[in-house]
T-cell receptor, first 115, second 112 residues
């Protein structure tokens, strides 16, 4: 149980385009979903926290107008990287937690390369 | 000061060795603690939670010292398959819910 999927697993896009990444909890309803970013040889950094039906809470330094998060249901959250630039190239990982649980279940990640 | 600090390593050890990783955290209000394992270019996977009383899962033992804000992970009888990056993770309950803060990880390489 507690499986989280992400799609796509890998994407290459041109500078200036937008990319949407989906995160789904497959066998449970997620109270909260989280979006992280990890640059090479660095730690996972939390970008934003989203709860179904409400606006996402962004961490300091993360532009909410650039990284659009939509959490339309208890099993789906999307992250859209708008007007992507090469410096946005990174490993984007989502996670989800179930009600009352401290544990977060991670998706397999999406590797974004902006050329 | 980083919120969660770890020695990045790498720790290169022979198969069968015992290896210990340490981690310190800065927020005394942190409520729960974990060790995650991350393989190259993969997502992190929960290895074990860490409790004040110490807990063991097979070859892995985790300890928490709240007074010193220090967490440890001991791996006995290392296997080649233990090679990975080990992430120390601290959870805080904020107004927005649970927030995990990750250390940068300690890289372990187990060699023949």
């Amino acid at each position: 149980g507690a499986v989280v999927s992400q799609h796509p697993s890998r994407v290459i896009c041109k500078s200036g385009t937008s990319v949407k990444i989906e995160c789904r909890s497959l066998d449970f309803q997620a109270t909260t979903m989280f979006w992280y970013r990890q640059f090479p040889k660095q730690s996972l950094m939390l970008m934003a926290t989203s709860n179904e039906g409400s606006k996402a809470t962004y961490e300091q330094g993360v532009e909410k107008d650039k990284f659009l998060i939509n959490h339309a249901s208890l099993t789906l959250s999307t992250l859209t990287v708008t007007s992507a630039h090469p410096e946005d190239s990174s490993f984007y990982i989502c996670s989800a937690d179930g009600a009352g649980s401290y544990e977060q279940y991670f998706g397999p990640g999406t590797r974004l390369t902006v050329t | 000061r980083k919120e969660v600090e770890q020695d990045p390593g790498p720790f290169n050890v022979p198969e069968g060795a015992t290896v210990a990783f340490n981690c310190t955290y800065s927020n005394s209000a942190s409520q729960s603690f974990f060790w995650y394992r991350q393989d190259c270019r993969k997502e992190p996977k929960l290895l074990m939670s860490v409790y004040s009383s110490g807990n063991e899962d097979g070859r892995f033992t985790a300890q928490l010292n709240r007074a010193s804000q220090y967490i440890s992970l001991l791996i006995r009888d290392s296997k080649l398959s233990d090679s990975a990056t080990y992430l120390c993770v601290v959870n805080e309950v904020t107004g927005g819910g649970n927030k995990l803060t990750f250390g940068t990880g300690t890289q372990l390489k187990v060699e023949l």
